[in-house]
């Protein structure tokens, strides 16, 4: 009680809480979108190789852990002293699990595969001119073309 005989409550500080929840979701997230990159992308998938007998698992897992250690300390840092709304905080950290397991769903995966072939077909259409056109035109071989015959319309 304070001096006038009333009773002053305040609320407790949820920051903290909040804070290692989201960081918690957020993690789960990033665990989800590495494992797709690096499933998916070479480039990623050599970047993520910290230890070669795992593989990729071992920067995806790495990565992640900094991410949620990052994310943790950060928001720790700024809310520790606050009231956050818990609610707003939990539907959140819901709406990311709820993500990173429809992410890690392998055919929900599949489909960036799919978003990648039409580049990948493309590649393989131009390796398959290169190489047809090697059978064509072997090492060696001479032939004229319509520049040596002094073709006016080549000029």
Request: proline share 5%; net charge positive.
């Amino acid at each position: 009680m304070n001096q006038a005989g009333s009773t002053e409550t305040s609320a407790p500080k949820s920051g903290s809480g909040a804070a290692a929840l989201l960081a918690a979701a957020a993690v789960c997230f990033a665990l989800a979108v590495l494992a797709i990159l690096g499933d998916k992308s070479d480039s990623i998938r050599s970047s993520l190789i910290f230890y070669e007998p795992t593989g990729p698992l071992s920067g995806v897992t790495t990565c992640a852990i900094l991410v949620w250690l990052v994310t943790w300390i950060v928001l720790e840092w700024r809310w520790r002293e606050k009231t956050i709304a818990v609610g707003r905080i939990v539907a959140i950290a819901f709406a990311l699990l709820a993500l990173s397991l429809t992410l890690t769903f392998p055919p929900v995966g599949d489909l960036f595969s799919r978003l990648a072939e039409p580049s990948v077909r493309r590649l393989r259409r131009v390796q398959t001119v290169a190489a047809h056109t090697d059978r064509a035109f072997p090492a060696g071989a001479t032939g004229t073309l319509k520049a040596d015959r002094g073709d006016p319309r080549s000029r």
